[in-house]
């Protein structure tokens, strides 16, 4: 008879989540927000020096979305101003910029958890790491995985550059190197 209890009430809670996650994964539109930690081009080095500091470059994204549901299948346009924040020899640096990814993705575990990928534009709108005139133009692209509960979703991706950027950084060390940016994006998203 326990086992039978037990059995119940996780299939409701299954059923729960399942019926509840269908919202979110319907077609509409919304807004999103989160943190990201930036690295530029070198994770396993910076993700040390994060035990030392862990905010020192973390930043912040906002924007809205659209989704276009094809079946199991669905199309998510995005547009988000983030903020993306590098310290270099004890000296913190901001960018600023408008990212545009165009994400595939599939559900996986039902309207639950789904799985994306795609290219994402960017436009910077302002750079203290270059001192000089640049592409504001680039592209990336963008992975990773998301948890839906209603109306209300949770992903984690990763995003990085497709191309290096040369920098001048004069003022923070002797030289100049190649890098590119790359992120942990950790965001939440309410769908309309």
């Not at 549901?69 to 960018?95: A, C, D, H, M, W």
């Not at 750079?127 to 680039?138: G, I, Q």
């Not at 950084?169 to 030289?175: H, P």
């Amino acid at each position: 008879m326990r086992k039978l209890t037990k059995s119940t009430v996780l299939l409701l809670l299954l059923s729960f989540f399942y019926f509840s996650a269908n919202a979110q994964t319907g077609g509409g539109f919304g807004i999103k927000g989160g943190l990201n930690y930036n690295s530029n081009g070198k994770y396993f080095k910076d993700a040390g020096a994060a035990f030392g500091d862990p905010l020192n470059n973390l930043g912040y994204n906002l924007g809205i979305f659209g989704k276009v549901n094809l079946g199991p299948v669905f199309l998510r346009p995005e547009l988000s101003y983030t903020q993306l924040n590098s310290e270099i020899n004890n000296q913190k640096l901001t960018t600023q910029r408008l990212d545009a990814p165009l994400l595939v993705g599939i559900n996986v575990l039902g309207p639950l958890f789904s799985v994306f990928a795609g290219p994402s534009l960017h436009y910077t709108i302002q750079d203290e790491l270059r001192s000089f005139d640049y592409d504001a133009v680039n592209a990336g692209y963008q992975f990773g995985m998301g948890l839906n509960f209603g109306t209300v979703g949770l992903d984690l991706r990763y995003e990085r550059e497709l191309n290096n950027k040369e920098i001048d950084v004069d003022r923070v060390f002797n030289g100049s190197g190649n890098f590119r940016y790359q992120q942990i994006i950790l965001g939440l998203s309410l769908k309309f």
